[in-house]
């Protein structure tokens, strides 16, 4: 009867790991051997946890670090307080919080038995879930952000403040975890005992249908769609501006006033669609694999990839914005900490 029920389950969840009531031999050990209900315990040979666990714990380390650097800066040095610095610093926070849960995200999914309750992991998936999602609504700030810049450059002043922006990233924060609790509620994480597709000690994400196509389309494809639309809007309108001022230098006209700005512009927003571009081909591979394979193992590893676009993210920082080259030496040799550091124009690296 076991094994029946376990090769039920073994279907409804990809069919690639041990789970529920599924016995390969007269060894295997169970998360609560004294619960009839109880998960089977994931075998692994000692290379493979070690393996897997320092490369989690790497990638933690390096997505925490390097996302700290970028709350380090934006907020420590004046010069940077720019809006579009805010939405970057709110990305960066979040970015840094899915570092730390990386290393609860590769127990939950490498142990396969989950020993602190249902309520706990209801709150945890919610967590991880708020997270993920506010970082695409962080990249759809940046380009609406940008479009403004760029495309409206004249009202971009009076429309784009300071406090504007601050509310805008609390109310994004807001609608998303509205969105996410009633997600989380409606599957049952906070409560699987009525579930037949749910062992004892098992802490997984099981969607109804209806909730997969609704969460597509909420979470991906819909601000996805905008974002990319505000991108090509961007990147037509500058295309526009380089034919203009190319007719005028050929002209003989002097075209200096402005063009460094509008250079600035297009590189920021250059910047910032490969960050949006590297976010969508790290979460691209994960909906098509959910979508079309039943594979928990590939599951598993995509979504580790999309976590790895948290510690993308500051590299393309590194290579493209030459004052966080700056700001990171000054907070590594910690410059920081004296007097009057916060002055510092990390443009020109002068006080």
Aim: net charge positive.
């Amino acid at each position: 009867m076991k094994r029946q029920k376990g090769e039920q389950n073994k279907l409804l969840t990809g069919g690639d790991s041990l789970m529920p009531y599924e016995t390969e031999d007269q060894e295997t050990q169970y998360c609560f051997p004294n619960i009839n209900s109880s998960c089977v315990k994931e075998q692994r040979s000692s290379h493979g946890y070690i393996i897997i666990y320092v490369f989690v714990s790497l990638l933690s380390a390096w997505t925490v670090f390097l996302n700290l650097l970028v709350i380090i800066s934006i907020s420590h040095f004046k010069k940077l307080h720019t809006p579009t610095n805010m939405i970057i610093l709110s990305l960066a926070v979040n970015d840094l919080l899915i570092g730390l849960a990386m290393p609860m995200e590769a127990i939950r999914m490498i142990q396969t038995c989950w020993y602190f309750g249902d309520t706990f992991c209801g709150i945890y998936i919610l967590f991880v879930s708020i997270l993920l999602a506010a970082s695409l609504g962080n990249l759809l700030l940046i380009a609406v952000d940008r479009y403004v810049a760029v495309c409206h450059p004249l009202f971009y002043p009076r429309k784009t403040t300071m406090a504007k922006i601050l509310i805008t990233i609390c109310l994004n924060f807001a609608c998303l975890s509205a969105y996410n609790t009633a997600f989380v509620i409606n599957n049952g994480y906070f409560d699987t005992s009525h579930r037949t597709d749910v062992c004892y000690g098992q802490c997984s994400v099981m969607i109804r249908f209806s909730w997969i196509v609704t969460d597509l389309f909420m979470s991906f494809i819909f601000p996805c769609t905008l974002i990319m639309m505000f991108y090509l809007r961007i990147f037509y309108v500058v295309h526009q501006q380089v034919k203009v001022i190319n007719s005028l230098m050929k002209g003989g006209k002097c075209v200096t006033e402005g063009s460094g700005k509008r250079k600035s512009e297009s590189k920021a927003a250059l910047t910032l669609g490969i960050i949006v571009s590297v976010y969508m081909l790290c979460w691209i591979p994960y909906y098509i694999c959910s979508l079309t394979v039943n594979s928990y193992t590939a599951i598993n590893v995509l979504i580790f990839g999309v976590h790895a676009s948290s510690g993308l993210n500051p590299l393309v920082y590194a290579l493209f914005y030459p004052w966080f080259k700056k700001t990171a030496k000054l907070i590594l040799t910690l410059m920081i900490f004296q007097p009057a550091s916060s002055l510092i124009n990390v443009f020109t690296h002068e006080l």
